[in-house]
């Protein structure tokens, strides 16, 4: 009895000491995120699947808060005015009514602008998935998949540089602890044209797929090159280098004769979780709605069949604050519709900008005409000197790309924001937004 | 010490028992209390022995079998001084009366993990509840609620009155922000898991969809499991300086829940039996119409209704909240057991009725605790309860599709006529998207809980030689349960049918949770001298926590089908909560002749839930005790007890599950599913919320114990808080979880206990409690953030440097304190400015008198019951006029005037003063052969309440149990007050 006592006894000693020792040296088990994808194991090493997501996310997220892009781009380059009963700074600060200033901190630009980095940093997230993942992917494939990541990442950025304009944006954002330095205005723009010229360098001419599948414009590297270079024809054209321009257009899916819609989209489905179209208007509502600014018809050449094509006369005339207008914002026909990131007809038109530029009236006044004809229009039969067709090409590009985020930026090009009509007296016309309070 | 050569003697007189095993001899005897009751339970023991004891039957008999040839008996009761006997063969029947002890000095107070310590010689202030106090006044449905008013240093506040509602337990002040400052609850060693559960009826409500992301929908939390008649006593860890040996999961406080146990002697059967009602707490009425108040706020429109019924209005305050529920209580439990084993086990079902029909919470409890002197050298222990419970709770609080029944009631001025036709269709509500008294009756909200919780405990003896007693402790234990949510909302409501909502809805969820916990503690007791002993103790811990959540909400239903699957469109949901936590402690006592007594110690935790799983945080912990009054030059006859403590400690607060982890979430695309990353950037450089606690304070004791005192002045500082700081966007993260904040609370907790008057028929306690605490943010790395209620124009909180985390701050208006900085009005305060709980307990011969007051001194609410039925023009007060100074405008349209200028208007005050528990007992003298006590009483609960506070209760929350921004109500399901009568039976 003594003995076995003895025994038993000092068992649970010997048991806890090799229990602390054990506690030392064994480790607790790190668990990862139960609920979703961790970051860092995506970008370690991700499956094809999970590559497939992120172009996917990409894609996806593309859209996300682009309807404020677009209201901004729309609202202040004076195509269309944004009515909003549970938000009057759509008609207020927007607009620049009399001592209103745009403000740093406020969803017009704060929404948007944290959209389009959160793409991009999904984009270098597909980078370094691509780039470290063990799953079965060809060096090439690697290769022209980061091209893909980089394109988009270009396009997102310039969507950026379109907001903040002079305030110049940061473009070296891979690593969220150590962002890159805000550019000025000029380097900023030449760091996406320079982004989209290194992604075309390894889809230009590749015999690869990218390595998912992604329903922006194909997948075909050496084909969506074409798309990289209608990117880049337009960056081209912002920058004024008008040689570039023509380059990177004949590279592109550009073609004169070619249908007007062809070219990338944002699509938008029904499908449970997906999103809608939020350009899309209803007609003849009230409260929330979109109308037109009424010089977008009183302005309009006889006959000209895109107005009626993406307007729509309101039963009732639309009033908020001091501003009106009979007709309804009517570019989407239904919720589903896509909208465009970009298509041959802003192509043609580029086209005839470089051409002009390039003291090439000829071949300018020939796609003028091109873009005229679908309008039901007849050739153009003013002036050919270089300031003459600039403003008939800003006045073709603000019919034939209505509501598409284009007017403002095209004015401000060609400083010309001072033009724009100025429905009520005191409305200011803003030349960019304010650098957002976060990143002060 | 003052005996010394016999505590010599006795000493060598347990050392010699070992070997005088042969000779042994019976004591018996009685021991008494309070006017020569039997003293049930008591503890007669061997002295220094831990083997030799026994405790009385409930008549309070015992008879006790003692080695050797004479001995020591210690007897000790709690509340009463202990008093030792000398005894030996020669005794026979002992009558023992004690006397009572207000300050508890005997008390055995649990502390730690493995150890306790006699209240006496506490370093802390430690709050410790009897079963007596914690039931023995009135029925209690839940043990939070049985809680409140009986010790300092607490702000619980119930949710909502809705069955089995949550109830938010806060203790000392801010603990967190946005992370858990709920204490941690353990259960005869047992982790108890306190989930509050989203029960899914956000997808009906739509309250978190637009500015507000946090859920309103009131989940319950699952201390609602524990059943308070099985708890023997309840010890409350404060603050890091007494909870640092729980480590990292310890900011919130910890409370240490024991059971009953059985106790050798004689099987002891105890039924007992409450029955009672529960009823509205406070009634508001409603608003007094004529044709020209209906045309003002309802236009043509509404006269029309109020022509077509003739003018007539319904009570429907009282229709809705009017139900007198029946509450039934009934409870069996058998204890006893032998030198070897003893045994406890209780069986209780509860059956509940609320306020409002189809509301109720009904449970069956059933508990077996065993314990067994296995061997000479190992006691067992083992702890199972099952619990069953279901809770139906309507549907309340804030919504933004008018759906729930307490904005749809707010909304209705009472000439509408709600009810249905004969065949039992409801009509359409006009003026209100639902009609209350359809949603009522169709449908349903019910939560159903299956619970199981295993503990048991192995000590080993290694060591007893009087000098050296070693034992090891290996404890663990599992904590399983299942949790059902079920929503079921029929498309014939009004607000589903006919392109209202989604066509009926149907949700249903699953939550296993299954926790686990094991402990091995070794503990060393080395007495040095007489004068001088010490404790050492050694151990790991190991906690793992599984939690899994799988809801499916249905829309589109078919027909009056409610399964998931028997609908258009399926949206399923799923949450998973997983941990592991290792961790080591280490605690060395010294006491120095019961006059000095010091404690330092040492806890050491990793936690996966930390971003490096393997780092050890470490949490130290000292304090020092002294008795001055134990000193030998105290000859101050009439201070029985002075002791000065001081006591320092640390303890930490994990950050908000998955804050660790950059998740990318699930989107959307073209008929696929994409990963897009999160807005908030997860940080795996984070470090646990880290609480240091020093604690102050005095304690005496006056006339023979008759008087004590006890005093606490603390600093608790709430370090290293996490919050989202907003980052800039071009990093693809809007918000990134960092460090971020400091809060410093202060405050003082006094307790005064009394027993006036004690003779022979006549008995009188009073304990009386008072404590306060205010709390300011000394650290945000951040700009000053408005935080929780509904934005600055109706009160929100506001998190600023310099000013209490608990402010409540809003638009400002002319006579309003305003902030320079933020240009807000600095409206009120969330905390109390004090709080006092007065408790009295009156005996007379068999009967007793219990009375809880509790005085809650201000606070404020952000009351928006208000806000909205001033809206709706169905305030009772708004046709007063009492508040417009210049006597023009009526109440209702003046308080809507003045809100556009001040949130004030909604930010009021909460205080009140309420009889919480009140009783009267009597014992039938003994007149049955075989039973030894039969009780019978009438008691309530909530009865008497003064507040000015303009809304249903001041104790509310709509937010649930978020760290700081409670306090604030939207049409929550009223609460409500209740009389029971109990009868029990002692065989």
């Known amino acids: 009895m003594k003995h076995s006592y003895k025994t038993f006894a000092y068992f649970p000693l010997a048991l806890l000491i090799a229990m602390i020792f054990l506690f030392s040296s064994c480790k607790v088990e790190p668990i990862s995120d139960p609920n979703n994808p961790a970051l860092t194991s995506i970008e370690q090493n991700a499956s094809i699947g999970e590559i497939q997501n992120l172009v996917d996310g990409i894609e996806s997220g593309m859209r996300d808060n682009m309807a404020f892009y677009f209201d901004d781009a729309g609202a202040i380059g004076r195509e269309f005015y944004r009515f909003s009963t549970s938000d009057p700074r759509y008609v207020t600060e927007l607009l620049g009514k009399g001592n209103a200033e745009l403000d740093n901190n406020t969803f017009y630009i704060s929404r948007p602008y944290s959209a389009i980095y959160r793409v991009i940093k999904n984009t270098n997230i597909l980078i370094s998935a691509l780039k470290n993942t063990k799953a079965d992917i060809s060096e090439a494939q690697r290769k022209v998949g980061t091209a893909y990541a980089k394109t988009i990442q270009s396009y997102e950025l310039l969507l950026a540089f379109n907001l903040e304009y002079g305030n110049g944006i940061r473009v070296d954002v891979a690593d969220p602890s150590n962002l890159g330095p805000f550019l000025s205005q000029e380097e900023s723009i030449n760091a996406i044209q320079d982004l989209l010229n290194a992604a075309n360098a390894d889809l230009i001419g590749s015999l690869d797929k990218f390595p998912f599948s992604s329903s922006i414009y194909t997948n075909e590297a050496a084909t969506f090159s074409k798309f990289n270079r209608a990117l880049a024809a337009r960056v081209a054209v912002y920058r004024e280098d008008w040689a570039q321009a023509g380059t990177a257009l004949s590279e592109s899916f550009f073609d004169l004769n070619g249908s007007l819609t062809m070219g990338a989209y944002y699509l938008y489905s029904t499908a449970g979780g997906d999103q809608l179209n939020p350009l899309y208007t209803p007609l003849n509502t009230s409260g929330e709605t979109r109308v037109v600014e009424p010089s977008f018809i009183t302005d309009a050449a006889p006959g000209d069949t895109r107005v009626a094509a993406k307007t729509s006369k309101r039963n009732e005339t639309a009033l908020q604050d001091d501003l009106k207008s009979d007709y309804d914002f009517y570019v989407y026909k239904s919720n589903t519709a896509s909208i465009p990131i970009i298509r041959n007809e802003e192509l043609i038109l580029l086209y005839a900008e470089a051409h002009a530029q390039l003291a090439d009236p000829v071949n300018a006044v020939k796609a003028i005409n091109i873009i005229r004809h679908s309008a039901s229009l007849a050739d153009y039969t003013g002036a050919t000197d270089l300031n003459s067709l600039i403003n008939e090409i800003l006045k073709q590009r603000r019919y034939s790309l209505y509501g598409e985020g284009h007017r403002w930026i095209d004015m401000r090009r060609y400083d010309k924001l001072d033009e724009l009509p100025i429905a009520r007296p005191g409305d200011n016309v803003w030349v960019q937004f304010p650098r957002p309070i976060n990143e002060l | 010490m003052r005996n010394f050569p016999k505590h010599v003697m006795v000493f060598l007189l347990i050392l010699a028992i070992p070997f005088a095993v042969c000779a042994q001899f019976t004591v018996t005897g009685t021991v008494t209390g309070v006017g020569g009751d039997p003293l049930s339970g008591a503890s007669v023991k061997l002295k220094n022995s831990t083997d030799v004891g ?203 829940i024991t059971t009953k146990k059985g106790k050798s002697g004689k099987t002891k059967v105890e039924f007992s039996q409450s029955t009672g009602i529960q009823m509205q707490l406070r009634k508001l009425g409603g608003r007094t119409w004529d044709a020209a108040k209906v045309e003002d706020a309802f236009d043509s429109l509404g006269l029309a209704l109020y022509n077509a019924v003739g003018g007539k209005t319904f009570n429907y305050e009282d229709e809705l909240y009017g139900q007198k529920g029946l509450m039934n209580n009934s409870r069996l439990s058998l204890s006893g057991g032998n030198d070897r084993t003893t045994f406890y086990t209780g069986f209780t079902y509860e059956n509940d009725n609320g306020i409002i029909r189809r509301t109720g919470y009904e449970k069956k409890n059933f508990r077996v605790n065993l314990t067994q002197k296995a061997f000479k050298f190992l006691d067992l222990s083992l702890n199972y309860n099952y619990v069953e419970s279901e809770s139906n709770r309507a549907f309340f609080n804030n919504d933004n599709t008018g759906a729930t029944l307490g904005v749809s009631f707010i909304s209705t001025p009472w000439w509408i006529d709600l009810h249905p036709d004969a065949n039992g269709n409801y009509p359409n509500n006009p003026v209100a998207t639902s009609n209350f008294l359809q949603t009522r009756d169709l449908i349903t909200n019910r939560e159903k809980v299956n619970r199981t919780l295993l503990g048991g405990t192995a000590t080993f003896k290694i060591l007893n030689s009087g000098k050296h007693n070693v034992k090891v402790i290996a404890n663990g234990g599992i904590d399983y349960y299942t949790l059902n949510t079920l929503g079921i909302f029929p498309k014939e409501l009004q607000f589903e049918k006919e392109g209202n909502g989604t066509n009926g809805l149907s949700t249903y969820g699953t939550t296993i949770t299954r926790n686990q916990n094991a402990s091995m503690i070794a503990v060393y007791q080395f007495s040095a001298s007489q004068k001088l002993n010490s404790r050492t103790q050694a151990g790991l811990t190991a906690e793992d926590v599984d939690q899994n959540t799988v809801m499916a909400t249905a829309t589109q239903l078919i027909g009056t089908q409610t399964n998931v699957n028997q609908a258009g469109a399926v949206q399923p949901y799923q949450n998973k909560i997983l941990q592991k936590d290792r961790g080591f402690f280490a605690q060395e006592e010294v006491n120095y002749n019961d006059i000095f007594i010091g404690t330092a110690g040492l806890r050491g935790d990793r936690s996966s839930r930390n971003g490096d799983a393997n780092k050890i945080y470490y949490f130290p912990k000292a304090s020092l005790a002294i008795n001055i009054a ?29 804050a660790i982890y950059t998740p990318l979430v699930p989107v959307i695309y073209n008929g696929t599913t994409g990963s897009l990353i999160d807005v908030i950037q997860g940080n795996d450089k984070l470090e646990p919320e880290r609480q240091k606690e020093l604690e102050l304070g005095i304690d005496f004791s006056l006339l023979q114990n008759r008087i004590s005192f006890e005093g606490t002045y603390y600093v608790k500082k709430a370090n290293d808080l996490i919050l989202p700081v907003v980052i800039p966007n071009s990093s693809g993260f809007t918000n990134s979880w960092q460090n971020a904040a400091n809060i410093r609370n202060r405050g003082v907790e006094l307790q005064v206990n009394a027993i006036p008057v004690a003779s022979k028929d006549w008995n009188w306690n009073i304990q009386v409690l008072y404590w306060k605490n205010t709390a300011i943010v000394t650290r945000l790395d951040l700009p000053p953030f408005n935080t929780g209620g509904f934005g600055s124009t109706l009160g929100t909180y506001r998190v600023q440097k310099g000013l209490s985390p608990t402010q409540i701050v809003g638009t400002a208006g002319p006579k309003d304190k305003v902030d320079p900085i933020s240009g807000l009005g600095l409206l009120g305060n969330s905390e109390p400015d004090f709080q006092l709980s007065f408790t009295n307990n009156l005996k007379w011969k068999n009967f007793e008198l219990s009375v809880l007051c509790h005085w809650k001194n201000g606070g404020s609410n952000i009351n928006l019951t208000n806000f909205l039925s001033d809206l709706f023009a169905t305030s009772p007060d708004y046709d007063d006029k009492t508040l417009d100074p210049t006597g023009t405008l009526s109440n209702g349209p003046y308080r809507l005037q003045e809100s556009n200028n001040t949130a004030s208007i909604w930010v009021q005050d909460a205080t009140y003063f309420r009889v919480r528990e009140m009783a009267v007992n009597y014992r039938l003298p003994d007149f049955i052969k075989g039973v030894s006590q039969i009780k019978v009483g009438l008691s309530a609960h909530n009865l008497i309440n003064v507040f000015k506070y303009g809304s249903y209760d001041p104790e509310v929350s709509n937010f649930g149990i978020s760290a700081i921004n409670t306090n604030v109500e939207v049409t929550p399901f009223p609460t409500s007050k209740s009389v029971h009568f109990n009868v029990s039976v002692t065989f």
């Open chain 2, 54 to 256: 026994v405790t009385t039957t409930a008549s309070g008999k015992f008879s006790i079998s003692l080695p050797g040839k004479s001995g020591i008996l210690d007897v000790s009761f709690v509340g009463y001084k202990s008093e030792s006997f000398s005894v030996d063969p020669s005794t026979g029947n002992l009558n023992i009366a004690l006397a009572q002890d207000a300050s508890n000095l005997e008390e055995v107070v649990v502390t730690g993990l493995a150890t306790n310590i006699k209240r006496s010689n506490l370093a802390n202030a430690v709050a410790s509840i009897s079963a007596n106090d914690l039931v023995g006044t009135t029925t209690q449905a839940t043990l939070d609620g049985a809680l409140y008013g009986k010790f300092t240093g607490a702000n619980i506040s119930s949710n909502s009155g809705a069955p089995g509602s949550g109830i938010s337990v806060k203790l000392r002040g801010v603990t967190s922000i946005i992370g858990n400052s709920q204490p941690l609850f353990i259960v005869d060693g047992v982790y108890y898991d306190n989930s509050s559960i989203d029960n899914g009826l956000n997808a009906v409500s739509k309250a978190a969809a637009q500015g507000s992301s946090v859920l309103q929908n009131n989940p319950s939390n699952r201390l609602a499991d524990l059943n308070p008649d099985d708890i023997e006593r309840v010890e409350i860890l404060k603050g890091a300086s007494t909870a640092a040996i729980y480590g990292a999961k310890a900011a919130g406080g910890v409370v240490i």
């Open chain 2, 630 to 658: 134990n000193m030998p030059f105290w000859n101050w006859e009439q201070v029985s007890q002075l002791k000065l403590r001081a006591a320092y400690g640390e303890s930490g607060n994990f950050a908000p599950f998955g």
